[in-house]
């Protein structure tokens, strides 16, 4: 049986940082609202030319370079984004070329803030299917261009950023102490459209729009959406919480983390949280905050990661790991 192994992962921040301070300067807000409701300290911001492929590029070069692999391993790349450089073609296809790859598929898959988990289970089933070998799974974003800069409610959530991982196909012996993907969880329910949104696209207004929230609406259906999928993660991969090491959760809010893991019996001390530096970056958020515990030595080699995340639409789901 075949298993989606994790090879290697990577990230990339645009420079410029943004912080509480200069918000301060922009919409009538404080620090202290943002730090106390959100947790959110600072975030990255693209500059002019630095598109999503542009970040996705960095990110995958710097996870083929944790693998030890060339671009050419590559047969698949999957971006998960909600803010593309064009309508058409695909921001994985501009991360392809940019990589220099000229063979396999790659594809754009839109989820918004459950974009990672959604494209890392569709390439762990492209994977085990035996039909590609080696997946970039690329979480990249520009949520900067869609924000209405003038609306506080919103503008100070979210940052710029991309993160990825490599996975391989390779053979593994069936049980749950295995390596790689054990579990997906996948949910969508298109009746919550108007809660997470933007207003604005080709078949609408005929503009990019902007993202539209109703934030203690997304905060209620958020913490007891992703008990469900978590549970039924552990359940299916036939593991309790407490054989956790790390919970790699959608990096939305400090209160939405903290309010889900302690529901689960997750202790703070396995929570990987970004949030404080980056923001909200929607599809690139988990793979930014893998990044950031791997290298940093908290992931090892053997461990057992829950992500989960959801997003506009509604879409939730998560993924169950053993690094
Ligand atoms: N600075 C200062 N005041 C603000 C700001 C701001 N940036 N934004 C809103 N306020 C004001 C509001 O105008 C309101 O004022 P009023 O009482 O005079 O009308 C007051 O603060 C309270 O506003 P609420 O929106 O009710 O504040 P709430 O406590 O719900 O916090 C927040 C807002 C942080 C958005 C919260 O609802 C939340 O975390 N929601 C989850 C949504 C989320 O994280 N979404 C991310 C995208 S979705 C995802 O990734 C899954």
Known sequence: ?????????????????????????????????????????????????????????????????????????????VCATSTPDYTFPSTATQIQHGLGIHGGA??????????????????????????????????????????????????????????????????????SADRGVLTTQLRSDGRYRDKLYVDGGPGSTGTTGHLRMEGREVFKFAVGKVMDVVTEAFAEAGVTVDDLSWFVPHQANRRIIEASADKLGIPREKLVITVDRHGNTSAASIPLALDAARRDGRIKEGDLVMLEAIGGGFTWGSALLRW
């Not at 075949?2 to 404080?30: F, W």
């Not at 594809?107 to 089933?125: H, M």
């Not at 035996?130 to 900067?144: C, I, M, N, P, Y």
């Not at 919103?154 to 996975?167: E, H, I, K, Q």
């Open 1 to 77: 049986r075949l298993r989606s192994i994790l090879r290697g992962c990577g990230s990339y921040l645009p420079p410029r940082v943004l912080t509480n301070k200069d918000l301060e300067a922009m919409v009538a807000t404080s620090d202290e609202w943002i730090v106390q409701r959100t947790g959110i300290r600072e975030r990255h911001i693209a500059a002019e030319g630095e598109t999503t492929s542009v970040l996705g590029i960095r990110a995958a070069e710097a996870a083929l370079a944790d693998a030890g692999l060339e671009a050419g391993d590559i047969d698949l790349v």
């Open 106 to 175: 790659a594809f754009d898959l839109q989820a918004v803030c459950t974009g990672f988990v959604y494209g890392l289970a569709t390439a762990d089933k492209f994977l085990v299917s035996g039909s590609h070998k080696r997946a970039l799974v690329v979480g990249a974003e520009t949520f900067s261009r869609i924000l209405d800069w003038t609306d506080r409610g919103t503008c100070v959530l979210f940052g710029d950023g991309a993160g990825a991982v490599v996975l391989e196909a390779a053979e593994g012996r069936g049980t």
